[in-house]
C-alpha cells in the first residue's frame, strides 16, 4: 500500500531520536512542508519525549497523525496516552529500517555528515547544544 501524500501542514509529521555529541535530541518533520524541528532531551524515556512532542505541539499545531519507530522508549504507555489524548493518529513503523521512515532519517544523516566533515575540515569537535 502506497503512504497518501499529506494534502496541508501538519496532517503528518514523523519523529525520531538521534544521537549527536552524547546528547539525543528529538527530531519532529512535517511531511508536506518537511520544516525540521528539533529538541534536545535529557534521556530518551517516553515521558521526556512526550514532554518535547507537546512542546512541538504548542508550537506548531496538533498534527493529525505521528510516525514513530517502534522502540521501546517511543512505543509505550505515556506516548500512546498522549496520542489518545489530543486525538492523533499513532503510526508504529518497524526499527532498523529506515526505508520506511526515511523523510526524518535523511535530515538526521545529513546533519550527521555536516558535523563529521566539520571536524576532518577544520579539527574541530562541535559543542554539544
Not at 36 to 61: A, P
Not at 83 to 104: A, C, D, N, Q, Y
Request: with cysteine.
Amino acid at each position: 500500500m502506497l503512504t497518501p501524500t499529506p494534502e496541508k501542514p501538519l496532517d503528518d509529521v514523523e519523529a525520531d531520536v538521534m544521537f549527536w555529541v552524547g546528547q539525543k535530541v528529538l527530531t519532529v518533520i512535517d511531511q508536506l512542508m518537511r520544516f525540521v524541528f528539533r529538541h534536545v532531551l535529557t534521556d530518551k524515556t517516553g515521558e521526556r519525549v512526550c514532554d518535547r512532542l507537546l512542546v512541538y505541539f504548542g508550537t506548531m499545531g496538533t498534527p493529525g497523525m505521528v510516525v514513530l519507530d517502534k522502540v521501546r522508549e517511543r512505543n509505550n504507555a505515556w506516548i500512546r496516552a498522549l496520542l489518545k489524548e489530543m486525538k492523533v493518529t499513532g503510526h508504529f513503523t518497524t526499527p532498523g529500517h529506515p526505508r520506511s521512515h526515511g523523510t526524518i532519517e535523511r535530515p538526521d544523516s545529513t546533519l550527521a555528515e555536516l558535523l563529521r566533515l566539520l571536524k576532518l575540515d577544520k579539527g574541530v569537535e562541535p559543542e554539544p547544544i
